[in-house]
T-cell receptor, first 112, second 112 residues
């Protein structure tokens, strides 16, 4: 059965800390891995990763994929209170363009 | 562009009542999805549609029905609401190629 696992499930850090969120997957016919940020409402897209070893970066956020070990990490440097959110990992499959599988999410709280 | 919109934003039902949630998108996307989100469980796919006039079951379809009579609208119906259907419901859409989904703001449903 295809699945996506995230760790930790929740995390509390202080402003300025660096955090690493983990996503591992067991999915047949992997096509892409996506990261979303969910604050109070709708998830918003962060990154889509399809190739191993190529880092994607946006400001203080970065992510990388390891297709051999079947995982991805999302790094956030110099965290701010505005980074507090649930971070969702999802995996798309080649044979199923119509669906992606979501992990349970990591709830990040950044305290001043 | 409004993107993906959902109505209503909140609703309280009594057990056994029925209701319809409306999702609308103005991006001319082919694919539309309904998810429910419960604490610690991430996003779970209820039903989806790969085009106007088509629908298919997702991971947790029981107790729900959907219709896609127009390309821009995707309706989710609960015929006889149960307390287990208390959740936050998200609609999403995407283009035919690629996996990035765009989410609506969500509907918080409570069934008493």
């Amino acid at each position: 059965e295809d699945k996506v696992v995230q760790s930790p499930l929740s995390l509390v850090v202080h402003e300025g800390d660096t955090v690493t969120l983990n996503c591992s997957y067991e999915v047949t016919n992997f096509r892409s891995l996506l990261w979303y940020k969910q604050e109070k409402k709708a998830p918003t897209f962060l990154f889509m990763l399809t190739s191993s070893g190529i880092e994607k970066k946006s400001g203080r956020l970065s992510s990388i994929l390891d297709k051999k070990e079947l995982f991805s990490i999302l790094n956030i440097t110099a965290t701010q209170t505005g980074d507090s959110a649930i971070y969702l990992c999802a995996v798309g499959r080649k044979t199923s363009y119509d669906k992606v599988i979501f992990g349970p999410g990591t709830s990040l709280s950044v305290i001043p | 562009n409004a993107g993906v919109t959902q109505t209503p934003k909140f609703r309280v039902l009594k057990t056994g009542q029925s209701m319809t949630l409306l999702c609308a998108q103005d991006m001319n996307h082919e694919y539309m999805y309904w998810y429910r989100q419960d604490p610690g469980m991430g996003l779970r796919l209820i039903h989806y549609s790969v085009g106007e006039g088509t629908t298919a079951k997702g991971e947790v379809p029981d107790g729900y029905n959907v219709s896609r009579l127009k390309k821009q609208n995707f309706l989710l119906g609960l015929e006889s609401a149960a307390p287990s259907q208390t959740s936050v419901y998200f609609c999403a859409s995407r283009q035919g190629a690629g996996d990035t989904q765009y989410f609506g703001p969500g509907t918080r449903l409570t069934v008493l």
